[in-house]
């Protein structure tokens, strides 16, 4: 888990050379560059580090709207892009090994379905007990995780699971079913529950015989 800042995999990238000049020149022209590091400050859009060949600056805290992989005319709004802001300035940057490289499709707010491919995720939670968790990271109806994917149409977009569909070539159907799922509202924990306690003896096992074991290991297990 990282602070604020972590690196982020090797990602080549086309930087709008406009976000270089603070919007007010540069229009139509691109600077290339690789991805460095992402930044999360919670209430704002992620800021991507990019290092600039030509130049060899690092230029720091530009949104995914900066940037391309490939030369386009077509300039895509970064609410289109990025459906919510950071949850919390802790973070972790995890290429989801099941789905690494896969094709996807998102739902953007304009209704518009985008497509491309998956490249890595970045998620967040309140790492530490000492300061009040006063964002939504760790509650489970409110929780989203940023999935980065490269659109057909060269740009890049972050996208919540429940905005983004992912195919596997050995896996899914030709003809895949529609989601109706409802969001996960609950926090699940196991201590609290029942009556048993490990409290009241210091046997390695509980106090759980050999006899005990044994029936225990007969025991069907429910479905």
């Not at 490289?101 to 379905?113: A, D, V, W, Y």
């Not at 989601?179 to 699940?188: F, H, Q």
């Not at 029936?215 to 429910?222: A, N, R, Y």
Request: charged share 25%.
């Amino acid at each position: 888990m990282a602070f604020l800042c972590a690196n982020v995999p090797h990602t080549e990238v086309l930087v709008k050379k406009q976000y270089l000049y603070d919007l007010e020149k540069g229009h139509g022209e691109f600077e290339p560059g690789m991805w460095c590091t992402v930044k999360s400050i919670q209430g704002r859009a992620l800021y991507f580090e990019t290092y600039l060949y030509e130049t060899g600056a690092l230029y720091d805290k530009l949104p995914i709207s900066a940037f391309v992989w490939k030369k386009t005319k077509e300039d895509i709004a970064l609410a289109e892009l990025q459906l919510w802001d950071c949850f919390d300035y802790d973070i972790t940057v995890i290429e989801k090994q099941v789905i690494s490289g896969n094709r996807c499709t998102f739902l953007s707010p304009s209704k518009k379905l985008y497509e491309g491919n998956y490249m890595f995720s970045i998620d967040s939670c309140c790492s530490t007990n000492k300061e009040n968790n006063i964002g939504y990271s760790e509650t489970p109806s409110q929780h989203k995780s940023f999935n980065i994917i490269k659109l057909d149409n060269g740009h890049f977009a972050a996208q919540p699971n429940n905005r983004v569909l992912f195919y596997d070539k050995s896996l899914t159907p030709s003809k895949t079913k529609v989601p109706d799922y409802k969001v996960s509202t609950r926090e699940y924990s196991v201590d609290g529950i029942g009556k048993w306690t490990a409290g009241d003896s210091d046997e390695h096992h509980y106090e759980l015989t050999e006899s005990e074991r044994l029936q225990k290991e007969l025991e069907p297990i429910d479905d």
